[in-house]
């Protein structure tokens, strides 16, 4: 008698396979960098709040125009800020960490220039 392997996927289902090494090879692909996640989106709308109530309340743009105006504007900055952030967000968290990466060795190459050049 054959041993049968099972597991539920993700979306509820349930895979049966002969072998224990095809069960182990049937893995789920890896979110792609700008698949859209519920995370960054939510980060994506406190961030888009911020700037948008920056920019209404610092800047004042479009002081003559009518409330209903300002406020759809608002709601559609607050909306497109929230898509491209949950759309990117994971690709602009590995930019931020290579940009601080780059400013750390910066940071230590300048100090041993500094260094070298006071005491030289």
């Not at 709040?49 to 743009?61: I, K």
């Not at 559609?76 to 590995?94: K, M, P, S």
């Amino acid at each position: 008698m054959a041993r049968g392997y099972s597991k539920q996927r993700g979306d509820g289902t349930v895979a049966y396979y002969d072998a224990e090494e095809a069960m182990l090879a049937d893995v789920p692909p890896a979110p792609g960098m700008f698949e859209f996640s519920v995370f960054w989106a939510v980060i994506g709308f406190f961030i888009s709040v911020l700037a948008v109530a920056l920019v209404n309340y610092a800047v004042e743009p479009g002081v003559a125009w009518s409330k209903p105006i300002r406020f759809s504007l608002s709601l559609l900055g607050v909306a497109a800020g929230t898509y491209v952030i949950g759309r990117a967000g994971q690709f602009l968290l590995h930019a931020c960490w290579l940009l601080m990466g780059i400013l750390i060795v910066l940071g230590i190459l300048g100090t041993v220039v500094a260094t070298l050049w006071h005491f030289a």
